[in-house]
């Protein structure tokens, strides 16, 4: 078992890192990500925005630099958490680097509620460090523990801000790259203006054309899209 996954059986993606991360607006909060995956700065930091603007990508980021350190780290998306037992959260204080995914999933949870509050605290007395992220700041998600909500500001409440058109076209070619594959410019911008500006919809008929592309050999020209997706 790797240290990323010390707690459960949970893969990180090898396509999320910092080197594929197009920053655009947010580089003081990237700045901030990889100074704690250096063993430095916020002791806990609360990551909010819309959905696909990158949340999860930071989250397992973090933890592929941290491992890079000697980090101890743990990945938790709550999305397929919440089924699980509250007790998946015992023992996290001996985690240098604690990423809770979509905090926002724990509305309406009142025992995965005051389980976090105990988590934050055994974290802050072990002096390790989480980062949340959630699709709301802490103080507009429906929490029944308003001392969970207090314990959620206590460090860093940032919003991930959203990529423009031309920085969406840069992570689509970034994403195409990592697959082992080129996405001419004026594809790209075919794709950008045709399709859901939505990047996990981008990401979806990306790989929907890099695996036909691979089956039929042809590369990627705006003619051969406009046939995969007529």
């Known amino acids: 078992m790797t240290s990323t996954q010390l707690v459960l059986d949970l893969k990180l993606r090898d396509s999320y890192s910092f080197n594929n991360f197009v920053v655009g607006d947010n580089g003081l909060l990237v700045g901030l990500l990889k100074q704690i995956a250096s063993a430095q700065g916020e002791q806990q930091v609360f990551i909010w925005g819309d959905k696909f603007t990158g949340k999860s990508h930071l989250l397992q980021a973090v933890c592929q630099y941290a491992a890079v350190n000697k980090l101890v780290t743990s990945y938790l998306p709550l999305k397929q958490l919440i089924r699980c037992s509250v007790e998946v959260l015992e023992g996290l204080e001996r985690v240098d680097i604690v990423c809770i995914d979509d905090l926002h999933i724990v509305s309406q949870k009142f025992d995965w509620q005051r389980h976090f509050f105990d988590l934050i605290n055994r974290m802050r007395a072990a002096d390790k460090v989480l980062i949340f992220t959630a699709n709301l700041p802490p103080n507009e998600i429906d929490l029944e523990l308003e001392d969970l909500r207090s314990r959620l500001n206590w460090g860093p409440v940032i919003k991930i801000k959203s990529l ?67």
Not at 176 to 189: C, I, K, M, Q
Request: glycine share 2%; proline share 3%; hydrophobic share 35%.
């Open 164 to 230: 423009n058109d031309q920085q969406k076209k840069q992570a689509l070619q970034l994403r195409a790259e990592s697959r082992g594959f080129e996405l001419p410019d004026n594809v790209a911008t075919y794709i950008l203006n045709n399709f859901s500006r939505d990047m996990s919809a981008l990401y979806e008929k990306l790989e929907q054309l890099d695996q036909v592309s691979l089956e039929q050999q042809r590369r990627l020209t705006v003619p051969f899209v406009k046939q995969v997706f007529e």
